[in-house]
């Protein structure tokens, strides 16, 4: 009997070969070509007066230097907009290499290729870029004053976009309330940061006309189309493989990043293969970032603590440029409410172009800010009205009966942001239970009457996931029995080799050892979306699901011709299929794999089952392949879902703040999750660490800071610091499983769920500590120390 | 400039640039790609080795500093070609000490060191010792525990 495996804490298939060193990275391939490097604006904002490359062309071992005026076609037009909208007032992107105006410091202005990247760094310090400098707009609520500097030229202000919602009647509910508060919230950049920073390596086979990619990104499948568009080649003739990446995070999700689009260019340019392996200064001030945000809140209040409306004013930081459109903004707006019900909600965003590092999707994507907004929206209620904040919380929440639930604002696929399940109140009980909520508050008294300054918060989110538009995955029997599956996600670091082979696995009646995972590779399946908000288990494995039960139904048709028996008379069990209540009965899956194929390829005795089927066939008047079949045993499936479906989980953080330095510990730190069924708990937990531990990086730690001018001021790990080992507590976990109604698989995504709420409970749990409101994020030990010198003033 | 480095037991004698550092002549010259470049400026520890038993960065150290010395990289750890992990990478393996793979080797590396100078570490020690390796993807959880399990397995084994 094959044990089930989903649900099964499975150790990772994957990890042998990371741990052994043989993990292949974009760095580790063509370990012989060009390398490329670039030239990057040393000025937020100026136009380039000139450009000299002349002595750079002249060293020996330079290959190219090339700028704007080398580019042609479609190379010279401006990256795309990913997410384009009628919102979106003024769609800018970046030009591959910057034509005569740079926004941010670190945009491409120019590429050098030569033998190595010693020597092609050598030229780059022979490049002299001449730069009228332009004021800067960097500051995000300075960019919206009416004589804030422009960011771009060619516009009037700082608008890239705005849009607005309501649902219900919030100015009616507002005059209403008996009590109406307003608060302003402030959530600063941060960035992914993945220890693999962002690298290229492109071989363009001109013999051929073959271009293979082997790029460090999210999502392969989109690569792949849009260069096989600016190249104008068949799609056929280009691959994009990624490869083993070294973390996402969101900053590697598709772009079209100047260099990914560049390095392929010069491969066939030039017709050597050609390498850019960023380095860590190149990714602080050339990849994306995120966070950026402040809101203004009017909240109405009912006297038992039941918010009767809210209405948020915000503003977004979009960066430099906005090819990701509205797209943060809009996930705030969508999923602020939480688990709690507003009926009257209004939101009106406005995307602002700052002369900074452009801003795209980061681990959590416009959703932390949401639950700091709302986390925080409660704890004033409680503390104006008196009322223990998990009660408000519990006052607030949807009811477990309520779902399907319309939030009554849009999602950010477009259609209307719809729970499908959840039970908040239970959560939160698992979240009080694990945490021994008496207890702790007892230990923090006693811990505070001994002059320690310590206190306890909560956080709360809802996040929706699984969204489309859809995913694909291969699976076929090999006639050594072992079951192949492909799928067009790239992994960086998810699992997705072992949670797919589980899938799979338990569908096929095969043990995980003998099911083998290819990820993001576009030769194996060239449809697909790509890995990011929190979607691959959801989209990629029901697909997953359904390509394994298409296969099995052809298997059990071809087993079914040689047992003389039904189809539905068979079952798969152990690598075979047998006949139900017979035992003894049965056929192994790679004799059924090449019986499925009557030809003559292959060496054994297993071979001739095909050829005898053949021959049965012929001799009986029937083909080879009967009405309705196909060689092999192979299907491609995909799974489109109708919208996302939503976890939600509770946090709660004991901190501990050193008066003196400003230094915050955080003592304890118990997350409850709830991802509908789960596929593989050991998994799921790591996201869930992963995600706390960049969740409190980004209260405590990690502050992209610019400087008035916009200056990269902290573009280095010793500078923007990260949590180490030293820094994290451990981790408590709860898990409750509430299975989402809308896929066969009833699961919801992980990816995110950790960072979301951790800004929110860490600063909760401060103010319970310093006694003062903590309304921004990250708080750094100075900020710690001005807070407290706030109270005592 | 000629150098002659012991790496993982075997000699490689080369003629390397006096401006290569030890990681690009380790991934480019000996093809031993589990060394990782994470930040280029010695704070990340993707890029540890062992240099006569001792952790150094080597995106921190130039080819020829290493001219004469016995390095063990991430590919030096299992016996028998892999077949039989170290007892760090098996407890990795079986704890979830690691997501994307790229910090890992940097890791593994400095808790060999750990666990040569301080067999039976505490939480707080192997915590401490690890803060010089950054993590993006694990949250160091499953990476400390791990470790303590080796520690402990690999006392029973030396016991």
């Known amino acids: ?174 005059a209403a309330a008996p009590h109406v508060f307003e608060w302003r919230f402030q959530m600063e950049r941060s960035a992914s940061m993945p220890l693999e920073t962002r690298g290229v390596v492109a071989r363009y086979d001109e013999r051929e006309d073959r271009l293979l990619l082997h790029d460090s990104t999210q999502a392969p499948t989109g690569v792949r189309f849009g260069l096989a568009m600016l190249f104008g080649m068949d799609p056929d003739r280009v691959h994009v493989v990624a490869p083993d990446v070294g973390g996402g995070f969101g900053v590697k999700v598709i772009q079209f990043y100047p260099e990914e689009v560049l390095v392929p260019w010069a491969a066939r340019r030039l017709g050597v293969p050609v390498k850019w392996i960023e380095d860590r200064r190149e990714h602080f001030i050339g990849s994306n970032q995120e966070r950026g945000q402040i809101h203004r809140v009017r909240v109405g209040v009912e006297r038992d603590g039941r918010i009767l409306a809210l209405d948020d004013r915000f503003l977004h930081d979009t960066g430099a440029y906005c090819s990701y459109g509205l797209i943060l903004p809009i996930i705030t707006a969508a999923q602020l409410p939480g688990p709690y019900k507003l009926e009257n909600y209004r939101y009106e965003l406005r995307s602002i172009f700052t002369n900074t590092v452009p801003t795209s999707p980061y681990r959590g994507a416009g959703r932390p800010h949401a639950a700091f907004v709302m986390e925080r929206v409660i704890e004033h209620v409680s503390h104006e009205l008196e009322i223990d904040s998990l009660e408000v919380r519990r006052r607030n929440f949807v009811g477990p009966d309520e779902f399907p639930y319309h939030v009554g604002v849009t999602f950010q696929d477009g259609g209307p942001t719809i729970y499908d399940s959840g039970n908040y109140a239970a959560g939160l009980g698992a979240l009080l239970a694990k945490l021994d909520l008496q207890r702790t508050r007892d230990e923090i008294s006693a811990a505070r009457a001994s002059g320690r300054t310590v206190g306890l918060g909560f956080g709360a989110y809802v996040e929706g996931t699984g969204i489309g538009p859809y995913e694909g995955a291969s699976v076929s029997i090999n006639p050594d029995g072992v079951v192949s599956v492909a799928t067009a996600h790239g992994s960086q670091g998810q699992a997705h080799e072992t949670v797919f082979a589980q899938i799979a696995a338990d569908e096929l009646g095969v043990p995980l050892e003998r099911v083998t995972v290819t990820t993001g590779d576009t030769r194996r399946l060239g449809f697909g979306v790509g890995t990011f908000a929190s979607r691959t288990a959801v989209v990629g494995g029901n697909a997953v699901l359904s390509a394994s039960r298409e296969v099995k139904r052809q298997a059990a048709g071809v087993a079914a011709r040689i047992l003389e028996v039904a189809p539905d008379d068979v079952v798969f069990e152990d690598g075979a299929v047998h006949v139900a209540g017979a035992p003894g009965r049965s056929i192994p899956l790679g004799r059924l794999a090449m019986a499925s194929n009557p030809t003559r390829y292959a060496f054994g005795k297993d071979a001739e089952e095909g050829a005898r089927l053949s021959q049965l066939a012929y001799e009986s008047g029937d083909r080879p392949l009967p009405e309705g079949t196909k060689p092999g045993l192979v299907a491609v499936e995909y799974y489109s879902p109708t919208s996302g479906v939503f976890g939600f989980g509770f946090h709660a953080a004991v901190v501990e703040v050193d008066p003196e330095t400003g230094e915050v510990r955080v003592l304890r730190y118990v997350v409850h999750h709830d991802c509908g069924r789960i596929i593989n708990p050991m998994v799921v937990e790591g996201q869930i660490h992963g995600g706390v531990a960049q969740g409190i990086g980004g209260a405590l730690y990690e502050r992209i800071a610019y400087s008035e001018d916009g200056q990269l001021l902290n573009a280095s790990f010793m500078d923007f610091l990260m949590v180490t080992a030293a820094e994290m507590p451990h981790i408590e976990e709860v898990h409750t499983e509430t299975p989402s109604p809308n896929n066969p698989l009833g699961i919801k995504g992980v990816g995110e769920a950790g960072t979301i709420p951790v800004s929110a409970a860490i600063a909760n749990a401060l103010e319970d500590a310093l006694g003062v409101p903590v309304d921004r994020m990250p708080l750094t030990p100075e900020d710690v120390v001005d807070l407290l010198s706030s109270r005592e003033d | 400039m000629d150098i002659d480095v012991s790496v993982n037991g075997r000699r490689s004698a080369a003629s390397v640039e006096p401006r290569m550092t030890l990681a690009d002549f380790l991934r480019d010259e000996l093809g031993l790609t589990g060394t990782h470049l994470g930040c280029e400026h010695g704070v990340c520890g993707a890029c540890t080795v062992l240099m006569d038993g001792r952790s150094v960065r080597s995106c921190l150290l130039f080819a020829v500093q290493a001219d004469g010395h016995e390095v063990t990289t991430v590919e030096g750890l299992a016996a028998s070609d892999d077949e039989i992990l170290h007892p760090l990478q098996q407890a990795f393996h079986e704890r979830h000490g690691l997501q994307c793979g790229f910090c890992t080797p940097g890791f593994l590396l400095s808790a060999v060191e750990l666990l040569d100078t301080n067999p039976d570490p505490t939480e707080g020690e192997v915590r401490s010792w690890l803060s010089g390796n950054l993590c993006r993807c694990t949250g160091y959880q499953n990476i400390v525990e791990a470790v303590l399990l080796a520690a402990e397995r690999m006392r029973g084994v030396a016991g």
């Open chain 1, 1 to 174: 009997m094959t044990t089930r495996l989903f649900g099964e804490p499975v150790a990772r298939k994957e990890d042998r070969r990371f741990l052994t060193g043989r993990g292949r990275y974009a760095a580790d391939f063509e370990p012989k070509a060009a390398h490329a490097a670039f030239v990057r604006s040393d000025f937020a904002h100026a136009r380039i007066r000139g450009i000299e490359t002349a002595a750079a062309q002249a060293l020996p071992n330079v290959l190219g230097v090339f700028t704007f005026r080398d580019l042609e076609g479609g190379f010279a037009d401006r990256l795309p907009v990913l997410v384009p909208s009628e919102a979106l007032l003024a769609p800018r992107t970046q030009y591959a290499l910057a034509k005569d105006e740079v926004c941010y410091v670190g945009e491409v202005i120019a590429m050098v290729v030569a033998r190595d990247r010693y020597l092609a760094e050598d030229a780059l310090e022979r490049i002299v870029v001449e730069y009228d400098p332009l004021p800067a707009a960097v500051d995000l609520e300075g960019a919206v004053a009416s004589d804030a500097p422009l960011a771009h030229l060619d516009m009037t202000d700082n608008i890239a976009g705005r849009l607005s919602e309501e649902t219900g009647d919030v100015e009616t509910a507002l």
